[in-house]
């Protein structure tokens, strides 16, 4: 089994930052793309930020320019630096990595529970 397990959210006024990681552990051969979706109440769940293995990013349009994805592959690790942040950024933050167990599987998505960001006004 792979688990994700997600840090780093909480509580923070409008214009501050904060730092979310995300360790994948558990059996697995090999990971692709790690990212990170949110989901704020009544809302549907949406891409904030992902990154392949080579490195290569995709974000959101509203967090452009002011979160930024990282990743550790040796740790298996995932991290979103979020800066300038907004009440509309309140929401759920959802870990989710594309992973196989064994060489000759195909990729897979996983999620972590999620981690509650909240941003005051």
């Known amino acids: 089994q792979v688990q994700l397990v997600e840090s780093g959210g909480g509580l923070v006024q409008a214009g501050g930052s904060l730092r979310l990681s995300c360790e994948a552990s558990?059996?697995?051969?090999?990971?692709?793309?790690m990212g990170w979706y949110r989901q704020a109440p009544g809302k549907q769940r949406e891409l904030v930020a992902a990154i392949t293995s080579g490195g290569s990013t995709n974000y959101a349009d509203s967090v452009k320019g002011r979160f930024t994805i990282s990743r550790d592959n040796a740790k298996n690790t995932v991290y979103l630096q979020m800066k300038s942040l907004k009440p509309e950024d309140t929401a759920v933050y959802y870990c989710?990595?594309?992973?196989?167990?064994?060489?000759?599987?195909?990729?897979?998505?996983?999620w972590g529970q999620g981690t509650q960001v909240t941003v005051s006004s």
């Open positions: 558990g059996s697995i051969f090999s990971i692709n793309t």
């Open positions: 989710n990595a594309d992973g196989k167990r064994v060489y000759y599987s195909d990729y897979l998505p996983y």
